[in-house]
Structure formats: C-alpha cells, structure tokens
Nanobody, 123 residues
Framework: QVQLVESGGGLVQTGGSLRLSCAAS????????MGWFRQAPGKEREFVAAITRYALRTYDANSVKGRFTISRDNAKNTVYLQMNSLRPEDTAVYYC????????????????WGQGTQVTVSS
C-alpha cells in the first residue's frame, strides 16, 4: 500500500505559476500510475492529469492543456504538477492519486489518495 502527501499549494495571482508535489511512501512509486484531480467548492472532483508508471504516456484534461504539465521522478518517489498561466477557475483542492492499473479519468477507479493541497488563484 502506498501513502501520498501533496505539497506546494498556495495563493497566487492570475497568470502566475505553482508546482505541486506528491511524495509517495510505503511502496516504490514505479509500481503505480499517478494522477492529479481537483475539487472546487460546490463541485465534483474532476480529473486534471495522469502519467503512466514510467512516464511513457501522459493525459491532460482539456481545461489544462498547454498550461499544466505532469511529470514524475521515480528515483525520488515524487510526482509533480507544474501549473502555469493560472486562472481563478483553477482554484480548488488538488489531490494526488495512485493506481496499479490505469483505467482512465474517473476518480472512483483510483485506489489511493492524498489529503489534498489548496490552490487559490486571485483575480
């Protein structure tokens, strides 16, 4: 079983950047496909991006294409989400997720979750 801890959230102005990190422990990160999801107040949790175990493929939601980049460093047991050109609508709690089988962007199929980190983009 893997434990996930997100960090790097905060308050940023529109157009700014943040890099989120997700540190894994308990099992080697390369055992898992990794994803980022977010949940804004009053809304359902939504898919942001995912990366396969050895970074051979990445997937992005249309809303973040060209602005967010997911990456991973298996040697450091860490996954990253580089967020550029941030918008107020990106404000949400961002969650890291892990799964041994990549089954797509539906949050219910992902097995392991972190506690989340708040990102707030001011206008």
């Amino acid at each position: 079983q893997v434990q996930l801890v997100e960090s790097g959230g905060g308050l940023v102005q529109t157009g700014g950047s943040l890099r989120l990190s997700c540190a894994a422990s308990g099992r080697t990160l390369s055992s898992y496909h990794m994803g980022w999801f977010r949940q804004a107040p009053g809304k359902e949790r939504e898919f942001v991006a995912a990366i396969t175990r050895y970074a051979l493929r990445t997937y992005d939601a249309n809303s973040v294409k060209g602005r967010f980049t997911i990456s991973r460093d298996n040697a450091k047991n860490t996954v990253y989400l580089q967020m550029n050109s941030l918008r107020p609508e990106d404000t949400a709690v961002y969650y890291c997720a892990a799964d041994t089988t990549y089954s797509g962007s539906t949050d219910s199929v992902w097995d392991y979750w972190g506690q989340g980190t708040q990102v707030t983009v001011s206008s």
